[in-house]
């Protein structure tokens, strides 16, 4: 743990043979560039399959990850919404419990969830989706507690096409407030609430919002971009680049999220973990990105727990 109280900075694995046979050279790479924690795709690992654990793919996991110095954090499945329809809330409640237990078998301390997504709609059956979302985080942070897990609820953008609704940042932090489980946190994505706010035209309370979720934000994904909206046809990722639109995963700097800022006006939890999440494209940046990412941290105003009490 940093000097501050910040647990340090990750990085987010890629999974790329889908045996998983070469994992454990991808955790070396990324051991190497000096990260003390390492954030594990397990949504694309194929090790929960129709809501139960495939053992051989868990125990080829956990040999990857066995006797190494850095800590781990699970990125568990993204299509997992507690603002669905309540028909459906208890297939993604039972793929939630396997996927839980999984980072508790590597020995995770952060379960990272996306936060919930709902057709746009009048307001009351926001408001409803709202409060099918407070419930089921509940039970899912009684059963995170168990395994001894943060369960750290995401924030999103609403996509491409802007029927979606999510979340704002301010929002979602007085929804964790409502909920008042001590296992249930943020994971506070910087990127994708810049995106969020640009969408709802309100990119200059980008700061303050942010702000608002910064003491739940036990987990941060950090990585840069402009907050442009992706609604020109681009013919490759390089074009989406040039223009600065979408959802980028750049290393810290390339983008315009106002970095210095954030540092001086948030407070994060005691524990919070700077986690970066960059895209495959720009891994040659890779080293770049964890040295601005710790200057970051290292940065960060942090409320110790004896003070939140």
Sequence with gaps: MLANGITGTGIS?????????????????IEALGVETIELPT????????????RPQLEALKRAVAGRDAGFSVHGPLS?????????????????????????EVGAENYVIHSGLAPRQQGDGIE??????????AKAGDVARQHGLYLCVETLFAGFDGR????????????LAA????????????????????FDGRRDAFVEEVKALAPYARHLHVHD???????????????RLAYGHGDLHLPVGWGDIPWETLMDVCTFPEGAV????????????????????????AKARVESRAEAA
């Design 179 to 198: 909920i008042a489980h001590p296992n249930v946190m943020a994971t506070l994505d910087f990127s994708h609430s810049y995106l969020k706010l640009d």
């Design 274 to 297: 700077f986690n970066i999440e960059l895209k495959q494209r720009y891994w040659y940046a890779a080293q770049e990105a964890v040295d601005a990412t710790k200057a970051l941290a």
């Design 225 to 239: 971009s402009f907050g442009r909206q992706d609604d020109i046809w681009m013919f490759t990722e390089g074009e």
């Design 164 to 175: 979606g609704y999510a979340s704002t940042p301010e929002r979602l932090a007085r929804e």
């Design 128 to 137: 409803a989706a709202y409060g099918r979302q407070r419930e089921w985080l």
């Design 43 to 54: 949504y694309d690992m194929d090790i929960v399959v129709g809501g139960r654990i495939r």
């Design 80 to 104: 997992i919404n507690f603002m669905d329809e309540a028909y459906r809330l208890p297939r993604h409640f039972e793929v939630l419990e396997a996927s839980l237990e999984v980072a508790a």
């Design 13 to 29: 694995a890629h999974k790329r043979a889908d045996d998983l046979s070469d994992l454990d050279a991808e955790l070396d790479m």
